[in-house]
Structures are given as structure tokens and as C-alpha cells.
């Protein structure tokens, strides 16, 4: 299993919004780095669900459910997207702040790649992570 990092903006599509329809597509990345990273995104690897803009902070945990594939809405035909289930909230959301204060996350792709929708999450900091904010690792 692998881990992840996905943003998004609370405005377009929100933790509450991903757990009413329980699965949904992630698409709409126009990036090639991210887009890359979701097509290595195999079924079962989790990913923390990050809320960017104003809030910046991991709120809860989905699961890959279904790999790359073509984004609808995409017309130049370049970019795909993958579809990710509900897992859980993480208890106490951890936010970008206390990331970057914690001398183990330092070369965390949320911290080096600021800018960067989707990215991957190192096992040691997942785990760091999940105990920040008291949620299961798995």
C-alpha cells in the first residue's frame, strides 16, 4: 500500500461533501506531476484528505477505489482522474502549521512542493501524521 496527499478547496469540494456521496471522482488535476502521481495510485492505497486555501490542514482519510482513468472533464483528452471512498475523519485535523513545525516532516512533499494538488506520502510521515491527529494509521 502506498499513501497520498490529495487538496482540495472546502468551497468546491469538501471533507462533508466526500463523505455524503461516500465515493466520488477526484478530477479537475491539470497538473502533469500530480496527474502522474494519481496514475501510480493503485486500489487500496489511502490518502489523506487535505483542505487547502484558507483552512490548510489534513481533515480525513479516503481510499483509492478505482485506478487512472480518463477525466470527463478534461477536453484536451491529456488528464484522468481516480475515484476515492470514504474511510474515516482524522480525530484532530492537523494543519500545515504544525506540519511544518515538526522536525520529521521536513522534506515532506506538502512542505517542498507547496503548490503541488497531489502528491506522495512518505510510511514514517503517515504514521507521524495519523498520530498527530490521533487517528489509526490504517
Known sequence: MAYWLMKTEPGSW???DQVAKDVEHWDGVRNYQASNNMKAMKIGDRVFFYHSVKEKKIVGIVEVCKEY?????????RFGMVDVKTLYPVTTPVSLEEIKAHPELQDMALIKQSRLSVMPVRDKEWNIICGMGDTKPA
Open 14 to 16: 469538501s471533507w462533508e
Open 69 to 77: 482513468y480518463p477525466d470527463h472533464t478534461d477536453k484536451s483528452g
